[in-house]
Structure formats: C-alpha cells, structure tokens
C-alpha cells in the first residue's frame, strides 16, 4: 500500500501535464500518481503511456470516457491504492521543497492510534502576468504543527477557505462519507471540500506554500466569462451543496465552529452565483436568479434568510438596477483582493 495517491485529471492536457506529473514525483516509492486521461482526444494518453513506462512502480494510467472533471476526480478515488489521497490538476504543480514536510506528517500517522483525516496546507495563486503571487495561508485561523479537532478552529476570514488545492484526505473517509461528483460538471471542487466536513475530527495544518494554482488561462473553467456561459452548471453545484446542507443539518449542528465554517463556505458560493447572473445582466440569467432564490427559499425558509439578507447576501442581492450596480461594484473589489481569475 502506498502512502499517498495523487489523482492528476487530465483532458487534452499534453501541453503542460509534464511539469505537473514532474512535480509528484518526488515523492518516489511513498506515492503512486493515477493520471486519469478523460477522454482526450490529443497527446494525454501517449505522455501518460510514457510515465508508466518509465515509472512502472509510481505511475498508472487510467483511460475513460469522458465524464468531466468530477468524474475523473470520482475514478481516482474509486483506485486509489494509497492511505491518503489528494487531487493535483493537470496544469498546476507542487513545490518540492514542502513535499518532504507533508510526506513526513503523512508518516507520522500512518497507521498509528492518532487518525489523521485531512492535512492543510497553503497554496499559491499562480496568476499570469503577476510576479508577486498571493498566497492562501490559515495561520491565524488554524493550530499549527499539530493534531486538532473543530473545537481548536480559530476565526476564518472572509474569503479564507479550505479549498481543494489545499487538502489532503484520508482515502477512507472520502469513501466511507460517499461524496460522488456529478459528471460533465465544472466548479465540482467545491463539492469535494465541502461534503467530506462532515465527517472530518482530526485536522493537521502545515504552514507551507505547498500546491502552485495556476490562474490566468484565457480557457480556464475560472474566468469570468466562461463562469456565466457555465451558470448552469454553478448552479447545480450550489444546489447540490445547499442540498446537503439541509438534508444534514442534524450532524452538521453538533459542532458549532463546523457548522459556521460550513454555512459561511455555502455563502460564498451562493453569492458567487448570484453575482455572475447579475453581472450577465441578462434577461433569461436574472430569471435563473429568481428561480435559484426561490429553490433555496422554498427548501428552507430560516437559511434561505440568513443566506439572502446576512452579511454577504444582503450586500450582493440589493434591488433594481442601481442595487445590482453596487452589488456589481463590490464583486469586483473582492476578485481583486483575492485574485479571482
């Protein structure tokens, strides 16, 4: 069995997936990277054949049809060999110089009396055309160099969430907690981080620039743009998330520092949402802003109301076109702060 399995998804990935694939391998014989080609239609397959050849210990390739990335990140939990598991996207990478870090706490708790169920660590915002990039660090909110439960979270900020980029899980628990992204979807890695909460006690935080997030790609499923012409498809992940926060409140109300990390991270993206409608400005994507209102408002009044007219949403959800204007202004002074593609 493996320490560490990466999950590297890759769609038509041949032009940068090396520098990726590259970066994992230090870890050497701890770790086995699963690259899953989803159906590509370029080079992918022939540069994953490659790894495997080369590294027939480390590296496997897993082709599938196409599914999107959430199917893909679905496969490489279903083949996962190793104790723990964390997804790597084809044009991001990770730093060696923490890898070591976090291998070595992986070790410590790999198959000890302490259980380990996900490692944090910070990420970097790879931004083209920035050479000083932001980093995601939660040293404020977060105990540092030790095991920790829910009860030792200190304040997150607003913005300062625990992403995919950020965390390693326990193979296990994502089984065991039966999280299942839905297929030909994008924006599915907030349901990645977000499900498994639920069943996370035992936390560890390293305070290392870890995993390299690259933002900037005119194609990225991130920029702005594409976002709206993909509201659809943010729409089903917010109702997805908002579903189960519903339909689990019972469990997610017993730790109170779980349960406000979890609602202010459904804020955020409802907020997302209901922003990028706004921002269209169209006639069809602000009636799909009164119908997802509606949805969450029909499911659950009491959150509904805390979610339109707390902190953020009521900032963001203002009325006519002078209240969309602000709510507009406002989105753009926070993608700015937190390097938002």
Not at 76 to 86: D, Q, R, S
Not at 211 to 237: A, K, L, P
């Amino acid at each position: 069995m493996k320490l560490l399995t990466f999950a590297v998804p890759c769609y038509n990935s041949a032009a940068y997936m090396k520098k990726c694939i590259d970066s994992l391998l230090y870890g050497g014989e701890d770790v086995e990277i699963i690259i899953v080609n989803d159906g590509s239609s370029d080079d992918t397959a022939k540069i994953g054949e490659e790894y495997v050849k080369r590294y027939p210990t480390i590296c496997r390739l897993i082709n599938k049809e196409n599914g999107g990335h959430g199917s893909a990140v679905n496969k490489g939990i279903e083949e996962a060999t190793g104790l723990f598991f964390k997804v790597v996207d084809s044009d991001d990478w990770v730093k060696e110089s923490a890898y070591k870090e976090i291998l070595d706490v992986l070790k410590q708790y790999a198959g000890g009396s302490k259980v380990l169920d996900m490692l944090i660590s910070n990420f970097v915002y790879d931004k083209v055309g920035e050479d000083k990039h932001k980093v995601m660090r939660y040293k404020h909110a977060l105990p540092e160099n030790q095991l920790f439960t829910w009860n030792d979270v200190k304040h997150f900020r607003k913005g300062q969430y625990i992403l995919m980029h950020s965390v390693i899980f326990r193979t296990k628990l994502l089984r065991e907690c039966g999280v299942k992204l839905p297929e030909h979807t994008f924006y599915v890695d907030n349901i990645y981080v977000f499900e498994p909460m639920l069943a996370v006690e035992n936390m560890y935080y390293l305070d290392v620039n870890f995993y390299r997030y690259f933002i900037g790609r005119e194609d990225q499923s991130v920029n702005e743009q594409i976002m709206i012409s993909r509201i659809d498809q943010q729409i089903r992940v917010n109702k997805i998330m908002y579903d189960f926060y519903v339909d689990n409140w019972n469990k997610i109300k017993l730790n109170s520092k779980r349960q406000k990390y979890m609602f202010n991270y459904l804020e955020i993206i409802t907020v997302i949402s209901s922003i990028l409608m706004a921002i269209s400005g169209t006639e069809e994507n602000l009636q799909k802003r009164a119908e997802l209102w509606k949805y969450i408002k029909e499911r659950n009044y009491m959150l509904y109301r805390k979610l339109r007219y707390g902190f953020l949403g009521g900032y963001v959800n203002l009325p006519g076109k002078g209240g969309r204007k602000i709510s507009v202004d406002g989105y753009k002074i926070v993608r700015r702060f937190f390097n938002f593609n």
